[in-house]
């Protein structure tokens, strides 16, 4: 049986995780994953969890809540016509595939290798949420063909090592080729359902040694971390709405861009063992 107080602790550590993500999600519109990965892995660590699974443990997880998040959203979206269901269905088995191959490959690396790859790739995402463009473009359209059958898997297999959705990299793909922002958001949700949802059921098929693994955790993916950030997020991200009309998102979009910047540095000097 789990020690109680142990999950008192987890259980603690995970709400304010969840209730942040909801607040940054609802005002700035970036998906919950990027801050949840390095959350997950600063908490299971600080209740004395490692081994060379950890991560593995942080984006299964963390790719569980975006399953619940990102129907939550495309529903929604799709009420407001502003899916592009289009884009979407040329788009997903490609993604879908790329995330299988991400599961198949993070399951073969170690922790700190991981940890490396989510920081150089936080690093990318950070510098395009500070210094990106609206006007900036690649093309007039979304790609198709052989264009299409390459950057979907990729975009799909970077997502999962990352443990984020499709926000991440879909929107400034979709953005960077003509699609208007929030049609970009709203399709980009429809991503991360096809994402998350073949990567976590791969993941539950994953051995951790259960020593290494937080209590009521199944496969790579702990049950008490998704139940808890799920239902804050729940509660949270409507007050991130709310700030997000009262207030100029933009200069706190930058300040967050700065903030995952540094985050994601962190995670490059601890794999390097700095």
Request: proline fraction near 5%; charged fraction near 10%.
């Amino acid at each position: 049986m789990p020690d109680t107080m142990l999950l008192i602790q987890m259980l603690v550590m995970l709400m304010v995780i969840g209730a942040f993500a909801g607040v940054l999600a609802g005002l700035l519109g970036v998906g919950g994953g990027i801050v949840l990965v390095p959350s997950f892995f600063y908490a299971f660590q600080t209740l004395g969890y490692g081994g060379p699974q950890l991560m593995q443990i942080c984006l299964a997880t963390s790719l569980a809540t975006i399953i619940v998040t990102s129907l939550r959203s495309v529903l929604s979206h799709h009420k407001k016509g502003a899916v592009d269901w289009d884009i979407l269905k040329t788009w997903a088995p490609g993604i879908a595939i790329g995330a299988v191959v991400g599961v198949l490959v993070a399951a073969s690396l170690k922790s700190t290798t991981l940890q490396g790859v989510f920081g150089v790739l936080g690093i990318i995402v950070g510098l395009y949420l500070g210094l990106g463009r609206a006007h900036w473009r690649l093309g007039a359209q979304m790609p198709s063909g052989l264009t299409r059958a390459l950057m979907s898997p990729v975009l799909g297999f970077l997502s999962v090592l990352m443990g984020i959705g499709g926000g991440s990299f879909g929107v400034p793909i979709m953005s960077l080729y003509g699609v208007a922002i929030h049609r970009a958001v709203a399709t980009a949700a429809g991503f991360g359902i096809t994402i998350a949802v073949p990567s976590v059921a791969a993941f539950l098929f994953l051995d951790i040694a259960p020593e290494n693994r937080p209590p009521l955790t199944f496969g790579a993916v702990n049950l008490v971390a998704f139940v808890t950030v799920i239902a804050m997020t729940l509660i949270t991200t409507p007050w991130g709405v709310r700030l997000a009309h009262a207030m100029d998102a933009k200069p706190l979009k930058r300040i967050f861009a700065v903030f995952l910047t540094l985050v994601a540095l962190n995670m490059l000097r601890k794999s390097l063992g700095w």
